[in-house]
């Protein structure tokens, strides 16, 4: 999905406003396991997801990768309170599959929410939709079991597990790769 596609679901722009809008918006290739965003980093981009797979993760205090989230085709993907607020990222960015994104400064996305009022309503939309998932997730891993959790994944992610080592989808669902095996059995 483009990027072009992608606004006009979201909000009815004109031609004009998309052909505009979309010149903000770099389009670039991104290789498989490369790292955009490193923890403590400020996350200067947001990123939209044409194809590919990416996810954001953590080091937990052993050491340990902790996945925060996935994010695939159709999806705008950042270190969010980094790139809003231009604070160190508490997260790494990194891309699972070979990718086509299109990238956006915290700058130009200022000047399009400033020209464009339908930018900004796209924007409002897009984030109470990532806001929605983000507690939808925090609830499932407060309040359901392992099972539960795994069929949430699934609804929201249908073929990740084609497309995402297992680890890190155990870490997402907050269980062990053993109990993630079980549930899949």
């Known amino acids: 999905m483009t990027i072009s ?5 979201v909000v009815p722009f004109t031609e004009d406003e998309l052909q505009d809008i979309c010149t903000y918006f770099k389009k ?5 396991n490369q790292v955009l965003v490193r923890q403590g980093e400020i996350c200067n981009l947001l990123y939209f997801v044409e194809s590919g ?6 080091l937990n205090e052993s050491g340990r990768e902790i996945t925060q989230w996935f994010f695939g085709v159709g999806k705008f993907m950042s270190s969010m309170d980094s790139f809003f607020q231009q604070t160190p ?7 699972l599959e070979d990718s086509v994104l299109h990238c956006v400064s915290k700058a130009e996305i200022d000047v399009l929410f400033e020209k464009y009022p339908k930018m ?7 984030i109470t ?28 992610f249908p073929d990740i597990v084609y497309r995402v080592p297992l680890g890190h989808i155990a870490s997402y669902l907050g269980m062990t ?3 993630l095996s079980r549930i899949r059995k």
């Open 120 to 126: 900004e309503k796209m924007g409002r939309l897009v």
């Open 28 to 32: 670039t290739s991104v290789s498989k």
């Open 177 to 179: 790769p053993e109990t």
């Open 5 to 9: 596609d992608f606004l006009e679901t």
């Open 89 to 95: 990222s508490l997260y790494y960015l990194e891309i």
């Open 53 to 58: 797979m990416a996810r954001s993760y953590y």
């Open 129 to 156: 939709e990532m806001l929605t998932r983000v507690v939808n997730k925090l609830n499932a891993v407060q309040f359901q079991t392992a099972k539960e959790r795994y069929d949430y994944m699934i609804a929201e």
